[in-house]
Each structure stands twice: as C-alpha cells, then as structure tokens.
C-alpha cells in the first residue's frame, strides 16, 4: 500500500464497482464539500501541537475525509484523519471505540489502532487560521498488499479470507457501542432502498435480473433476516481494505483489515457477503466458493444453517445495491470510464450468481425444479378427482401456495410473489396482530350468538360507528354471499314486494338468489337467463357503456328512472336495486359523477330500499372513505359486508337502519350457526384495530394515488392501454387493441398476466371479455411494491414478438367461458 498511483487506483476502483462515491443515508451531512482542504502546514502544526509527533506528512487519497501519511522518523508511521465536518460525532466515536476494543483482542488479522493524543483523548480538536473547527484522528499504519492485486485468489484463500472475518466477528461479538444501529445505505437490511433507482439500469434482461433480485430481497430474503444473529460488523470488506500477505507456499494470507467508516451493527452474516461480492470470481461457481468462505468464518464463529443459506442470496442483493449504485454515478458523471469498466465485474458476478428464482443457479428450498413440476401436477390430478370440475385455476401453470405474509405469498418452492389482486387479506396475510386475536380467542370459546358475549357488541358497536346515521344495525353472518342473500330479504320483508334492479355485469354471490342478481352468472355460460322478478339496468360504464364520457351519470340514472316507471306500471315495484359503488368482476367500473346517488334516491322514491354491496371495495380501499358509496355521496339504506372484514377469517356483515331491522323481524327467527361467533369477531375487531393503527387508508390513497400515476404515465407510452380508472388501491387497467375502437383486447391482458407472475408478481383480469387487469393488493401495499408492479407491466406491454403466447389465448378463451365471477377463479 504505497505509492501515489496506488492510491488513485483505489479511489477509482472504490467508486466503480458501485461503491461510490459513497452514497450514504446520511448523504445530506457528509458530503464532498465537508471534506476539510488544509494545508500541509498547517495539519503538521496541528499533529505536533496535539500528539507530539514531527514528521513528512504526504496526502493520501480520501472520499470524505482528508488523509496524510506521516512518516515521523525511526519507522513510525501514522494516517492522519482529518473527518469531514458532516460526520457524526457518535459514529466516529464508534469507530475509535471499536478499534480500541480490536487492539485489546490481539487478532491475527490486524486493524489500525487509535493514537492518542498527548492528553489520552482518541480525537483532537483544533481550529484552522481561518477559526474553522476541526476534528483529526491518528490511526497505526498496517503494512501489506490489498487483495484487489491478487484476485482471483489462490486455493484455499477464500477460507482464510473467510477465518479472519470469523476472527474478526468473533472479538466484535461482544462490542456494543450507543451509535451502532446507525441508518446506512450500505447496511444489506436496508437494502430495498434500490428500487427508487432501478429504472437506471439500462439493458431489459440487467434491469431484469436486479428488478427480480430486489422482489425475492423484499418477498423472502428480507424477511428471514430478522430470525438471524446480529453484531456489530466491519461492513465494507471489499478488496481494496483486506491487507494480505504472500506465503512462500504461493498461497495468501489475510494480514490486516482498513477502513472501519461503514461499520455498524446489522446482521452478522453480511460480513461475509460483503467481501464475497468483491473476492468471489464469476468464472468458477461463485456458490461454491462462498460456501468455501462460509466454511472458513464457520471454523472460528459458527454459523446457523439458514446464514449459510442466505449467504448466496445476500451476495446477490450486494451485488444488485454496487450496480444501481453504479447506474446513479453513471448518470451523475458519464464520463467516469473507470466506473464503468468496475460495474462490468459486479454485473459479471451477478449474472453468474444466477438468478434468484432458481431458474439458473442452485435449485432452492431443496428441492429441484423438476420435482416441483411434478408435484404440481400431482396436486392438480388430485384436485381433478376428489374437487367438483367447476372450480378453477389461476395461471396457466397452477402455483401451490402454501404461506402468507404482508404483501406476500410464498409457493412450494419458497419463492415468493407480490400479491397485487387479494382483497381479502386486506391488512396483509397472516397479520400476526389479526392471528394473535383469533388464536386467543380460540383457545378460550367459540359458540353461537344465543350467548351474552361482549364480544359481538364491541364489534357491532365499533363497526356501526363507521357509517353515518340511519345505518347503524348490523347482523353476522360467514360470507359475501350470505350478507347479499340476507340484505334480499330484509328488503323485500320491508317493503313487502319481491322484484329486484340489478345492474349488467355485476355480481353479488354464489346462492341461487345471488346468482339470478347477478347477469354476470345468470346470462353468462351455464346460467339460465334472468328471472322474471329481476330488472337489469345497464352497467354505468363511462368508458365504454351506452352513456359515456361527462355527463354520462344523467344518462345512466334516466336509465334506472325509466325502469322504476315500467316496473310501478307493471304493478311489479321494486323491492330493491342491488349495486356497487365500484362493479369489481364487471370491470373495476367506476360510475360517472352522480349516477349511484341518483340511482338510490330513485329506488327509495319508487318506495324500495337501495342496497350498496361493499363486499371487494368497502372498508377503506377507496382510500378517501371508509367505503365506495360516500365516496361518491350515495346513501344506500343497507350495506352489505364480507371479504375484507375479517381479513381472511370468514365474517360477513350487513349493516342497516332501525327501520329495515324492524320490518325483518316479523315473527321468523333470524339464526346463523357460524354468523357472529366470538372468534369471527375477535378478528373483524383486530382488523379494525390495525387499519386505524398502521394508518392503512391513508397508505391506500396515497399509494393509490402513486400507482394510477405510474399506470398513466404507461398508458401514455403503451397504445394497448385503453383507460386507468380506480379509487385508491382499487384499480383497473383496461387493455384494447386499438385505443380509438375501445376495442376490448383480452389476449394482451391474459398475456400482461402471465407475464407478471413469471416476475413474481400476482395480477388477475375481470370484466365481460377479461381485457381489464384487476389491481387490489392488500392494503399494507407500498410504493416500492408499486414500483415493481409498473416494471412488470411496462416489461410485459413493450416485449417484442407475436402477440398473445398460446397459453394467453387458451387463458383468456377459458375465463370468459367460465363467466366473470372472479373468486372462483383466483383469490378475489
Ligand atoms: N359481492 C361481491 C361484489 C363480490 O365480489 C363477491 C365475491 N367475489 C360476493 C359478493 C360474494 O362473496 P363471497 O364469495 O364471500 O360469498
């Protein structure tokens, strides 16, 4: 480590291969202007005054600080740090805390060691001739040759570098200092910090392979890391801060370690993947020889299986944080060759790590690709015999999905996938504070409601709160379906008639009743057409309805109007008109301005009772409301409650006036076995509890918000988008192939899909020809989660080649066969 030249090549090389210049969390303090620009002179002066120490002080190349070697004469030699004035006082602290705590544990693998000032201190503080504060650190020089001279290593030097770590992580074990658990962008936790700049990457299949790195980080690497030991770790073992030593035998030895400034308390492991990144070679197996490290580090400090499982995947993520690192130098200074020839031996490793899905590279959670498809198929044989045929699948290959978290779901494999389409997990699946609830309450009863139980009371009374006056009466029952089925007859028993309005496409339910209600199913393949005590209205579609653009709400509600005259005419009045505020299987359908407040107020004036079905969209999704209907000042006189409300547990609701719950109890008991049970409502409370506490209709209008943006930013680049239209995390893209037709393109939505789940990510389509892609992610979604969302659609939208796979084709001619219901077809 000597010489001018050197010492450049280092800051080239550090900054390339993606490693700068340093981009920290704290990038707003410590920056390039904080570097402090003395004098030779005057820096003498200063290390004379406060260490006593006389000597030739040369410059050493520096990113934040700024560094002289002193040689003070009879051997000794010194860098003198002077810190750039952004730095935290704590982390320098830390860092001449831990160095001290090194020096006392007398390692193989040295570190430099903290001078003192002439008063003890481990820091001097001086102030320059222009009165400038400043803060100078001493640190022992370390002789030896950085490992970047000697890669790829020699045999067995992969062990050793893996030892001097374990070394290292050993004597750091019990070190703790109170500015360990800093924020650092380098810390391989934090590392989702990426996906704000993964659209620099340039070239599809790179863009890819770090967008997929990034989601399998998020889905499954991420998560596992909090199981895993923590420690306070160097953090920054690249190949320019590893000292070596040359043996006679040809073979390395690891001799010193530089540069503690990124060393923080994170995962222990991390050590290891970081100097991986740098020391493994693509040109052999890199799994291989990390394994080799591991197995080193593991000689001194043991590592838990699921670390050295993990360890392959954190390389990956390392790798993926250095070339978007990278990709944002790039664009800050293009003209940096030596960036870019440095980002070529990161991008180099990455690919040859193979890519995180297991599609190259080791096969994962054990088992080999090829069982997988078997035992896929085995499953699907015996759903074929034991399961009635009229149940569907989603994807053109089945996926077998067999845990939940957050935003996430994770197949046989482990791999996980972004859940964009499960409105029913709507504070995310398996939310421990939803579980803990229903686990409880398990363990202690569950009966019917023939019982005093408070429980049902607390529910009722805090759900009720949720809606404006009349509505504030609610029965339990287990299902969207039931909810619709029960509001039927508590209409009809108030009004004392029978017919009902509906609306084309909707659907309400898979009861006989709900099915007639619903033209979706009754007038869809199978059904048998609309009863005579149904009227259908026509779907209020803006977009491509008989009524559109502006205005169209007139239209629409004339539309209801006229059917309320025939109906009173024909002496058959309705009992009700049965709607969404949002159709969901008709197409995420938003209604023009006016049209659903209008339509109730002309069903009561006909004397029945409007009915607002918030069974996908209610509870907060629309994001500006708890539900669809006040979002659009519609007020029905019974709502209807399911899906989301007990986030997966089965619970259903409707909620109405004294009135209507008068009229209903007209002799006839009203029971349902499961309806109400404390279980079903420890769940719909914990629900509520965690949708006020983590904020989640704000996230879904913000995040919301976020997307549709994105979505019509696409729309603007990508002809086959017809129209973006939603409310908060409640959207829908509409696919056409040709935009001034309106002409509805199923095969490039079915195709969009596919696309997508081949990324990870899970997406659906609804609406009469299935060209409408369905977006209703749990409401814990995020704007990184929105971020990967619009890559894979942007990806799946500019792919070349014929339009439409096969599996496309046969997709979506098998949903409209199948009609427009979406929950047996996936997780609506
Ligand atoms: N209403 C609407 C609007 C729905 O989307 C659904 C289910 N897709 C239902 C009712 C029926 O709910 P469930 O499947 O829980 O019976």
């Known amino acids: 480590m000597s010489g001018a030249p050197e010492w450049r090549r280092k800051a080239a090389r550090r900054s390339a291969a993606g490693q700068g210049p340093r981009r920290r969390i704290d990038d707003v303090t410590v920056s390039v202007e904080g570097r402090p620009r003395l004098g030779v002179a005057e820096v003498g002066r200063a290390v004379l005054d406060h260490y006593g120490l006389e000597g030739t002080l040369a410059p050493l190349p520096g990113e934040w600080d700024q560094n002289f070697r002193l040689d003070a004469g009879g051997g000794r030699r010194c860098v003198v740090k002077l810190a750039n004035r952004g730095h935290e006082e704590g982390v320098l602290e830390l860092q001449s805390s831990a160095l001290d705590h090194l020096a006392a544990s007398a390692l193989t693998v040295r570190s430099p060691g903290i001078v003192r000032t002439g008063s003890g201190e481990p820091l001097a503080r001086f102030r320059d001739a222009g009165g400038e504060a400043h803060r100078m650190r001493l640190l022992t020089w370390l002789e030896g040759t950085p490992l970047a001279g000697r890669l790829p290593l020699p045999a067995g030097g992969l062990r050793a570098l893996g030892r001097a770590l374990g070394e290292l992580n050993l004597a750091l074990a019990d070190f703790s200092h109170p500015a360990m658990d800093r924020d650092l962008q380098w810390d391989l936790r934090r590392a989702a910090w990426i996906s704000r700049w993964t659209h620099l990457v340039t070239g599809p299949d790179r863009r890819a392979f770090v967008e997929r ?125 030596h960036r870019r020839s440095s980002e070529e031996a990161a991008w180099a490793l990455l690919m040859a790590m193979g ?164 033209p979706c199913k009754c007038e869809g393949p199978g059904g048998t057409g609309l009863p005579e005590w149904v009227r259908k209205a026509p779907s209020p579609d ?125 002799g006839m008991e009203y029971f349902s076995t499961f309806g109400g049970n404390p279980v079903a409502m420890a769940a719909g409370m914990a629900v509520l509890d965690v949708i006020e506490g983590e904020g989640l209709r704000g996230r879904a209008a913000r995040v919301g918000a976020f997307l549709m943006a994105g979505l019509r930013d696409l729309a603007t680049r990508c002809e086959a988008i017809g129209e973006v239209r939603g409310m908060g995390l409640f959207i829908g893209v509409e696919m056409v192939t040709d935009r001034a037709l309106r002409s509805p393109d199923g095969v490039a939505a079915a195709r969009l899909v596919e696309g997508a789940v081949a990324d990870g990510i899970l997406l659906s389509t609804d609406g009469p020809d299935q060209n409408v892609i369905k977006i209703k992610p749990p409401l814990v979604f995020s704007e990184d989660d929105a971020r990967a969302l619009l890559w894979s659609m942007e990806r799946a939208l500019t792919r070349q080649g014929p339009r439409g796979s096969p599996a496309a084709g046969a997709a979506v001619a098998e949903r409209r066969q199948r009609g427009c219901q979406s929950s047996s077809k996936r997780p609506a």
């Open 355 to 518: 890519a995180p899905d297991g599609a190259r590279g080791r096969p994962r959670a054990g088992k080999p690709e090829a069982d997988r498809a078997g035992e896929v198929e085995r499953l699907a044989a015996r759903r074929r015999k034991i399961l009635g045929p009229s149940l569907s699948l989603s994807y053109a290959r089945p996926l077998t999905i067999l845990r939940g978290r957050g935003v996430w779901l994770h197949d046989a494999g482990g791999r996980p996938y972004l859940d964009c389409v499960n409105n029913v997990c709507h504070v995310g699946h398996g939310h421990p504070r939803v579980v803990e609830a229903i686990s409880r309450q398990a363990a202690t009863l569950n009966t019917n409601t023939r019982y005093l139980h408070p429980a049902i009371l607390d529910y009722a009374g805090r759900l009720a709160a949720l809606f404006a006056d009349p509505l504030g009466v609610c029965f339990f029952v287990n299902s969207g379906s039931e909810a619709n089925e029960l509001a039927i007859r508590m209409a009809r028993a108030h009004t004392g008639r029978r017919d009902v309005i509906t609306l084309d496409r909707a659907y309400h339910g898979n009861t006989q009743a709900l099915v007639d209600v619903s």
């Open 213 to 337: 790195t990034l989601l399998d980080y998020r889905g499954r690497v991420r998560p596992a890391l909090d199981g895993l030991p923590m420690s306070v770790i160097h953090n920054d073992a690249n190949e320019e801060n590893i000292l070596i030593a040359g043996e006679s035998d040809g073979s390395v030895a690891i001799v010193g370690l530089l540069d503690f400034g990124d060393m923080l308390r994170t995962n222990r492991i991390h050590e290891l993947a970081v100097a991986c990144a740098y020391a493994l070679s693509a040109k052999a197996d890199p799994v291989a020889q990390a394994l080799e490290a591991a197995e080193g580090y593991a000689g001194i400090l043991p590592l838990e299986q699921e670390e050295i499982d993990l360890l392959p995947d954190l390389i990956r993520v390392r790798l993926a944080v250095s070339v978007v690192n990278s990709a944002r130098a790039e664009r800050e200074d293009p003209a940096n060759l």
């Open 542 to 666: 803006p977009y491509r309805g008989i009524h559109r653009g502006e205005g169209s709400g007139r239209g629409y509600a004339e539309e209801i109007a006229r059917i309320c005259r025939e109906m009173v005419d024909d002496g058959r009045p309705p009992a009700l008109l049965i709607a969404e505020a949002i159709q969901g299987c008709g197409g995420q359908i938003v209604p023009p301005e006016g049209f659903l407040r209008e339509a109730f107020d002309l069903v009561r004036a006909a004397g029945g009772v409007a009915i607002a079905d918030e069974v996908q969209i209610g509870l907060g999704r629309v994001g500006s409301h708890w539900w669809g209907f006040e979002a659009q000042g519609a007020i029905p006189d019974i709502v209807t409650l399911g899906k989301p409300i007990g986030n997966g547990h089965p619970l259903g609701a409707v909620v109405t006036t004294r009135e209507i719950a008068a009229s209903f109890a007209n």
